[in-house]
């Protein structure tokens, strides 16, 4: 799967992915108003009109990304009707052909992990049959919990030729709390970040499952507001593909993305959500006007493609 | 809710929870046959499965544990129907006025984090009407990207009596790949490992928020497998309640958990999951049979408990 994003990454010259974190605020009245018409004011008529918005904003970029990565806990906050509208929103990015990074940051030990792995990424068996219940290409993981919790998406990835994302550097203003605390290792001028060591054992697990370009199926996050540490990770990860959230809404430049790329112009695909999706919100695209949100949204896409072109390039 | 988690455990003299994290393999033909009966070998049918799984052992034990903790996992390998089933777990869970800690391990930041906890543990907005999607009380919460990534859970269990538990030192082999690491403090003599900077965050995110019984609604999660971790982590938290999970099938003894508990004989709640739920597989609970699963179940927390009375008494 690493293989082929990087193909499409190539093929549109875009190592972009497009965040699908629908918050009920970015969804235009006239998409809510269907939804409630025909469902109330319920769970099951948020999980419809998050749907909607979604596949809107999917008929109008799928052409112009390689990826997107729906965000579960914006449909999670729904309960099962929100977790509905996830499983939908993956089934339909798939039948247009996009990639689908599931950013799930799950985590857990032994058969708990592997139970995440199976579901949403895998086949569960029931009785004799197996299903794919969540069909996503990649999802995020958290490694606190070390490699008990890694090894079982590493396996289900393996099997269903499929990848991860771990967390080694947050795009997040506390994400120093613990990631950047220097680790002792005897000698004052050893000692390195908390992240660094993540960056390590990123490597390690990855070591075995690198893809025909050069790059790994087990990835990285590192935030885009954090260019310096990126660019010491990207020297430490090499043949790691990097995930990069951050860009636009949260501060992230496109002038420091360069140094989460490799010299052969791969290696990190950058993210934007609010960016995109709720693009016709900004004074830059307000022309489009609520009912032209999807168009805002491609219009978008291209302006941050061409940005991170330049930057890059 | 942490002291009414408290009251109830010294009413019932049993600091204890069982662990709902329903494998198939646990869970007895004569149950996986009446489901599968009703909704074929389906996601629906295993859905149906899990809930009928627990429902037994829920009727059985409710009068002899003060909580239980459903391991979102487990059900979330079944898609939306698992997730359905897990809804429908923790709804009957109290309806028969158990506390419910859903084991969720999640984490995100800013509008993400706030979201699940929304979904989890509070009152999620849909036009003019409010909804509790899963209604937990308690929710574990993975700490790697610092306070942005908690804080939102605070909030939410503030404002709706609630409370969580963060991972602080987990039960599993691996957890000291990073949670041991020491942390270089300018001398060698003052390096500390990791989760014990976690505790001390632990710390502070609750200090503002402890209940009439002198415990904070911010918990910890320390491993059984771990007795002298959780010695010293006793120490540092002393208003932290702890959720301790690996007795039993992961090997933590009861004899080492007396460490875990303050001189006021609270302070922790230990968990069994597998132990208890899949009693009657076990030799010693054998007699019962697949058709007594359930009492096999009860058996097994009157064990458990009698266990842990002796070792922490």
Known sequence: MIDLLIEKIKKMNAPIVVGLDPMMTFIPEQIKKKAFAEHGETLAGAGEAVFAFNKAIIDHIHDLT???KPQIAMYEQFGTEG???????????????????????????????EAYAIGHLGKV??????????????????????SDGIKPFIDVAKAEKKGLF??????????????????????????????ELVAKKVVEWGDDHIGQYGYSYVGAVVGATYPEQGKRLREIMPKVFILVPGYGAQGGKASALAHFFNPDGLGAIINSSRGIIAAYQEEKYAHFGAEGFAEASREAVIAMTEDIRRSVG
């Open 66 to 68: 390689p990826a997107v």
């Open 83 to 113: 977790v509905k509208a996830f499983a939908k929103t993956v089934s339909y990015c798939k039948e247009k052909g996009l990639i689908v990074i599931g950013d799930i940051k799950r985590n857990d030990i032994g058969s708990s992990s």
């Open 125 to 146: 068996k029931v009785g004799a049959n197996y299903f794919s219940p969540f069909e996503e290409d990649f999802v995020t993981v958290n490694p606190y919990l070390g």
């Open 166 to 195: 771990i967390l080694v550097k947050t795009s997040n203003p506390s994400s120093g709390e613990f990631q950047d605390r220097l680790l002792f290792e005897g000698r004052t001028e050893n000692s390195k970040p908390l992240y």
